[in-house]
């Protein structure tokens, strides 16, 4: 900025280096308090919303114990046992659980582990005893919230720069216009010798 402030009185100093400089400048400033403050705003809305849920999901969500009846008998789907398919065959099982609501459920399931017909883990489930997922807890809402807000400050910030760099492209257009006019007004002759000039 410095060098910039010296260059004002510079007689090569144009009009649309002025626009230019004060367009970075405005740019630099929406940047780093604009983009920032948008990313906070958002990391905040977005943290009070993820507290919600989190809130929502564990009135809504039970550990129950299901036992396990028998294991779930597959056709292998590859020959090599160290694979993620053949991993997770050997941990399906059809097992039984009480809802919360008291009535009895039995369907296949996902072990934690490899498990054997008798054996009991836990699982999370609804009101009306289907399986779901764990419930978000309060550390992963806040990460979600925080990248939210990194995104958002980062999406608004490619903006505005993308934004300075259309008026610098467009700026430089309007130069290299004006130098052909000014080459178009001295001449083909001009710095010719014997061009009377």
């Known amino acids: ?15 649309t280096d002025r626009i ?38 564990h009135q809504q969500r039970h550990l129950v114990w299901v036992t396990v009846d028998h294991l779930v008998s597959r056709a292998p789907l590859d020959p ?6 053949q991993r997770d065959a050997h941990r399906r099982v059809i097992a039984r ?7 009895v459920r039995v369907g296949e399931l996902a072990a934690p582990r490899p498990v054997e017909p008798g054996e009991r883990f836990r699982i999370w489930t609804d009101d009306r005893g289907r399986v779901m997922p764990r419930p978000m807890d309060v550390s992963t809402a806040g990460t979600h919230a925080v990248l939210a807000g990194l995104g958002t400050a980062a999406g608004v910030g490619m903006m ?11 700026l430089m257009v309007r130069r290299f216009r004006r130098w052909d006019q000014e080459w178009e007004r001295a001449g083909q ?5 014997d061009a009377g000039s």
């Open 80 to 85: 090599d046992p160290e694979t993620a398919s």
């Open 160 to 170: 505005i720069e993308g934004a300075r760099r259309l008026v610098g492209w467009q």
């Open 1 to 15: 900025m410095r060098g910039v402030w010296r260059w004002r009185h510079s007689p090569l100093w144009r009009r």
């Open 97 to 103: 659980w009480t809802a919360s609501d008291g009535s």
């Open 189 to 193: 002759d001009w710095g010719r010798a």
């Open 20 to 57: 230019e400089a004060w367009v970075a400048l405005a740019a630099a400033l929406l940047i780093a308090l604009g983009a920032t403050s948008a990313g906070w705003l958002a990391g905040r809305s977005a943290h009070g919303a993820l507290l919600e849920t989190v809130r929502i999901q």
